[in-house]
């Protein structure tokens, strides 16, 4: 009997935060990315990696955004399923094409599991009023490996 009462204590609170996530949450707040492409060792740039990454990010305003993100890299033939803490900027030059800086500080999880940053940048191709396309660069660390790997991604970014 008391296992039942948890049980509805339970789905009371969870309704509750529910109903509190959607009343504070912006419309907008459901915009999220999947980029895919390549992340190559910085001392053998011709070793191919096949890396994916997305975000889900809130939106402070229209150019800056704050998210997690996760994704699976395979890194020296070693697959790592990193998880993030993101920040993206808009930069404000251009109107349809928009240069962008980005920002992961993360923990990859894997057989050699690590801590883990990146820092990139690109453009952000605007498709319409809420989607686009993403084009980006930028440079990985690896904490306990001590090296770094860069990499390059397209991608798309839809704002719902």
Known sequence: ???KGINVKLAFLK?????????????????LDAQGGIANRVSSISQFNMSFYGHWWFPIDKMTFVGVGGGYEELDNVGYVPLSASLWVRLPIGRQVLPVAIGDFGYMIGERHQMFWRAGGGLDIKNGDYSSILLMAGYQYLHHEDRGFVYLHAGILVEI
Do not use: G, S
Not at 16 to 31: D, E, G, M, Y
């Open 15 to 31: 309704a509750v935060l529910f109903a509190v996530a959607f009343a504070v949450i912006p419309a907008n707040a459901f915009t």
């Open 1 to 3: 009997m008391r296992e």
